[in-house]
């Protein structure tokens, strides 16, 4: 059995509102939050139909977030101490995810996973949370200092 290798790799910087932010598929992303927020208060990650919710320790902000797409699953990743990290599933029928804040909505660029109509397993990895927590506190700005790694694969058929 040889071992996963990394696929593809994009930077972005997604918006956080509410303390908040979601990965959905871009097929299903007229409204991301119909009704209001919908991720539970106090959980990292948050899965839903076609799309993930992930919470921040910042109310308003600019993370960094590295997305990376594998051919199968990838290794702990061991780069840096992460504070928080959460597996979960999403299944995208459009292969390409938006990134949503809360209030806001989408970012321009979009996670490219390179295959429609699957579920993917997602794992979801955070470094800087108190820190992005202290800084929005005290300087209503943060960009950057939270960090987020989303890593997507598909299990093998």
């Known amino acids: 059995m040889s071992e996963s290798r990394m696929v593809r790799e994009q930077e972005l910087e997604p918006e956080v509102d509410f303390y908040g932010m979601s ?3 871009e097929e299903s992303a007229q409204v991301a939050y119909p009704g209001g927020r919908v991720m539970g208060e106090g959980v990292f990650v948050t899965a839903h139909p076609g799309r993930v919710d992930i919470e921040s320790a910042g109310h308003t902000h600019t993370p960094a977030m590295t997305a990376q797409v594998w051919d199968g699953e990838p290794p702990v990743d061991t780069s840096r101490v992460w504070d928080q990290r959460a597996d979960t599933i999403v299944r995208s029928a459009t292969g390409t995810l938006e990134v949503w804040a809360v209030a806001y909505g989408p970012i321009e660029d979009v996670i490219e996973l390179g295959a429609s109509g699957r579920e993917w397993r997602v794992r979801v990895y955070c470094s800087g949370r108190e820190e992005v927590a202290r800084v929005v506190e005290e300087e209503g700005i943060a ?15």
Do not use: H, I, N, S
Not at 143 to 157: H, I, K
């Open 143 to 157: 960009e950057g200092v939270e960090r987020y790694l989303v890593q997507f694969w598909t299990q093998p058929a």
């Open 23 to 25: 990965l959905q598929d």
